[in-house]
C-alpha cells in the first residue's frame, strides 16, 4: 500500500513524457520505463513485507533461534530489544535503481 503514492506520480509523469514526445515508440519508451521502475519496486516491496511477515510469525526456527537470544540478551543490550520490537518492518530505503522509496 506504501507505493500507491508513488505508483500514481510515476504514471503520470510517464503519461506526460507521452503525450510530449515525438515519436509513438519515445511515448511508448516513458510509459514502459515507468512501468519497468514500479514493477521493480512492487518486487522488492513484496520481498520486504514477506521478511516482515516471516519476523511476525516466527515460523522459521531459524528466527525463532534469533528471537529468543534477542529476548534473552536484551536486558544487557538494548538494541536486541529494539530488534525484537520494530524487527524489519518494510524497507528503510528502496532499491538503489530507482527514483523513490517505494
Not at 8 to 19: N, S
Amino acid at each position: 500500500m506504501n507505493s500507491g503514492v508513488p505508483d500514481a506520480i510515476m504514471a503520470a509523469k510517464a503519461i506526460q513524457t507521452a503525450l510530449q514526445a515525438n515519436t509513438r515508440e519515445e511515448a511508448k519508451e516513458a510509459i514502459a520505463a515507468a512501468a519497468n521502475e514500479r514493477l521493480i519496486a512492487a518486487r522488492y516491496n513484496r520481498d520486504c513485507a514477506g521478511i516482515a511477515l516471516e519476523h511476525i510469525q516466527g515460523t522459521d526456527p531459524a528466527i525463532n533461534m534469533k528471537r529468543e537470544v534477542a529476548a534473552s540478551l536484551a536486558p544487557i543490550l538494548p538494541r536486541l530489544g529494539k530488534w525484537l520490537d520494530e524487527g524489519p518492518y518494510g524497507p528503510k530505503s528502496g532499491p538503489p535503481q530507482l527514483s523513490t522509496k517505494y
